[in-house]
């Protein structure tokens, strides 16, 4: 284009030509900098994909999506029992029941659980949370902890959050039965 304009100008001096040149380049140079000036007024505000790579540990990263909850009574130890462990969405949010939801229990000291794999299909999903359906037995009384780990989605009504392999602890008392080893026992 530049080259155009100067072949046009077939009438005019070098000089005016080197004139144009510095005009048009100035007219460039201008808009350039008001095109770059124009974001700068605005405050940039920063947003994490939603699948972002976390920078905290993993155990605190969603801490404000959901609660755990634990059966409110004690098992018995010697039994075998149902029991149901809960995750509930947080204030705001709701179970993404679209989700392909898993859940996988670690060995636990001093409680047997019969299935320790479950998958969406699995779960009682609600619109605010989800039981996992355990049986488990303990062989000893008080309080006993059962880790898992996680990957479920709860959303709001904007935005879903993807969960990956959260860590998570639930706990369940043990109490009466025979926990007490027998007379004469090595």
């Not at 959901?66 to 949010?93: C, F, M, R």
């Not at 409680?111 to 488990?136: G, Y």
């Amino acid at each position: 284009m530049m080259n155009e304009i100067l072949q046009n100008s077939g009438n005019s001096s070098r000089r005016n030509r080197g004139r144009l040149v510095l005009v048009l380049l100035m007219a460039g140079g201008v808009l350039a900098a008001t095109a770059c000036d124009k974001g700068t007024s605005e405050t940039p505000v920063a947003q994490a994909p939603i699948n972002a790579i976390p920078t905290a540990p993993a155990e605190n990263l969603n801490a404000d999506r959901y609660q755990l909850g634990g059966p409110a009574k004690a098992i018995t130890v010697g039994e075998s029992s149902a029991i149901a462990l809960t995750i509930e969405a947080a204030d705001g949010l709701k179970v993404n029941e679209e989700f392909p939801w898993s859940i996988t229990f670690e060995d636990a000291p001093g409680v047997e659980i019969a299935k320790k794999e479950f998958k969406m299909e699995e779960l009682d999903l609600e619109p605010r949370r989800a039981s996992i359906p355990l049986t488990v037995s303990a062989s000893e009384s008080g309080k006993h902890l059962l880790s898992a780990v996680g990957n479920f989605s709860v959303c709001n009504d904007t935005q879903c959050y993807v969960i990956r392999n959260q860590k998570l602890a639930f706990h369940v008392e043990a109490s009466g039965g025979d926990d007490a080893p027998a007379a004469g026992a090595n």
